[in-house]
């Protein structure tokens, strides 16, 4: 897509102050800078003064950053490569913040040319007549940004241009830059234009690209056009594809100053910050239920069952808390529509581990699996979350006494969950045990959990202990867990 205005969206508006025409510009000191030129000295600026580059980008302060300030500063178009959901998009997306805020344009222009700056005959002659008196407009950063996602269908058009016949009926010669319709590329022009999986473009496209890239002019319908475009461009691709043996053309390879290597987060905690800034949660998942979905991420992305070419994206972890969370708050809304009863407090939707069980049958279709395993893909994802909630009960709570626990069951207590079953019937069930204060604290649940925070808590101890032998477990028909016995 190019630069798409919502319908309801409001337009920045530019500050009163800024000069209107092309004599006061130049009284107050305005001088003509190139996108890259923008973008070199408003990072250099923000790295003086200490303020955050990229924000919003998690897990690439040590790896990626570096080498993407590097060919800013270098003035090197790049690309980036990575598997899919690894942030290449947002991060292309925030390089619009190293714009400065407005920059003046001649009105009308679709080019956004610079007053300082005609490119087009009809804006050099309207400056020679105008001086400087001619109006000057101000376009806001968030308008110099466009970008298309590369399809087979993409025409020379879409992203270049073509001759409009009607302006050629009006008299007008082919040559002049009056008779062609502008595509995405020439009206991205003293901006940032990002191209996404670029591989994907037809290899005519491809080469339509490579003037674009190097002389930057552009070629339409067989003549050349003389316009010395401004554009910083960007693409993103995946490694595969971006080889000799994949659907780039070696030429254009050539032509991209920088290219650097995206990757999922390198360790848990960056994946659950990944998680905490990124997801949108309709109810409280507690820390220890998002390191579970943490770890079942991770696990996914590195199982053998699925194929690494394609990765597992980061949305994965994000779906996957979001769904948790709408768990808890559908159990909260069904037992609230039970039998009316004054003195019950209404169930505050918290998520629980066991909620966690839904997201093997809803997110696998984000998870491309080995030819071999068809048929076997929720077996699959249901062993991983296991083994991510076995891990996440030896990391929060190894060494601690559950001893009070594995007691209940021993002496006959069997202890009922699911997805339906209310904290108040949990705590009811499990009583006062020893060690569970503990427990919850190491949970992260504080001194003084809510009856939901501590059935959470508890229904994570039970399953880790079955988890790792030392309880029973049993599903019943109506699809409740029942903890009881040595497993």
Do not use: C
């Amino acid at each position: 897509m190019g630069r798409v205005t919502a319908p309801n969206q409001v337009l920045p508006v530019p500050p009163a102050d800024l000069p209107g025409t092309l004599g006061e510009l130049r009284a107050a000191g305005h001088r003509h800078r190139t996108v890259k030129q923008e973008l070199r000295d408003n990072l250099l600026a923000r790295m003086r003064s200490g303020s955050d580059r990229f924000p919003g980008i998690v897990g690439y302060d040590d790896t990626v950053l570096p080498e993407v300030e590097r060919a800013l500063l270098a003035g090197h178009d790049m690309v980036l490569l990575g598997e899919r959901g690894q942030g290449k998009t947002r991060l292309i997306r925030s390089l619009v913040a190293l714009l400065d805020e407005w920059t003046p344009v001649i009105p009308g222009s679709v080019l956004n040319e610079h007053p300082m700056h005609p490119l087009t005959p009809a804006s050099r002659a309207l400056v020679a007549e105008a001086g400087d008196d001619l109006a000057v407009g101000w376009l806001h950063r968030s308008m110099r940004y466009g970008e298309k996602l590369a399809t087979p269908d993409t025409s020379v058009g879409d992203l270049i241009g073509d001759v409009d016949p009607i302006r050629l009926a009006q008299g007008r010669t082919l040559g002049d830059p009056e008779t062609i319709h502008f595509g995405l590329v020439p009206r991205t022009n003293r901006g940032i234009f990002a191209v996404n999986e670029l591989p994907d473009l037809a290899e005519r496209i491809q080469v339509a690209l490579l003037n674009v890239l190097e002389e930057r002019d552009i070629q339409v319908r067989g003549y050349q056009l003389r316009l010395p475009l401004d554009l910083f461009l960007v693409a993103s691709a995946n490694p595969e594809d971006y080889t000799n043996r994949g659907r780039i053309i070696t030429p254009l390879k050539d032509r991209f100053g920088a290219e650097v290597r995206t990757h999922y987060p390198v360790d848990l905690e960056l994946e659950l910050a990944l998680i905490r800034q990124e997801a949108e949660l309709v109810a409280e998942v507690p820390e220890h239920v998002l390191e579970v979905l943490a770890r079942f991420a991770r696990a996914v992305r590195e199982s053998p069952s699925v194929d690494p070419r394609s990765g597992v994206s980061a949305r994965f972890a994000i779906a996957a808390a979001e769904t948790v969370a709408a768990a808890a708050l559908r159990r909260s809304g069904l037992l609230a529509a039970g039998p009316a009863d004054q003195g019950v407090r209404p169930e505050a939707p918290v998520a629980r581990v066991g909620d966690a069980v839904s997201v093997t049958s809803t997110l696998r279709g984000k998870v491309e699996f080995e030819s071999g395993e068809e048929g076997r893909e929720i077996e699959i994802l249901a062993h991983l979350l296991r083994t991510a909630t076995a891990e996440t009960f030896r990391a929060r709570l190894a060494g601690l006494d559950l001893s009070g626990f594995t007691g209940l069951v021993a002496e006959g207590t069997a202890i009922e969950t699911g997805e339906l079953v209310s904290s108040a019937e949990l705590l009811r069930q499990v009583g006062t045990v020893p060690g569970l204060a503990k427990a919850l604290d190491r949970l992260g649940l504080g001194d003084a959990p809510t009856p939901e925070e501590a059935a959470a808590g508890i229904e994570f101890v039970l399953e880790g202990l079955h988890l790792t032998r030392r309880l029973g477990k049993d599903v019943t028909e109506s699809g409740r867990t029942v903890y009881g016995g040595r497993g």
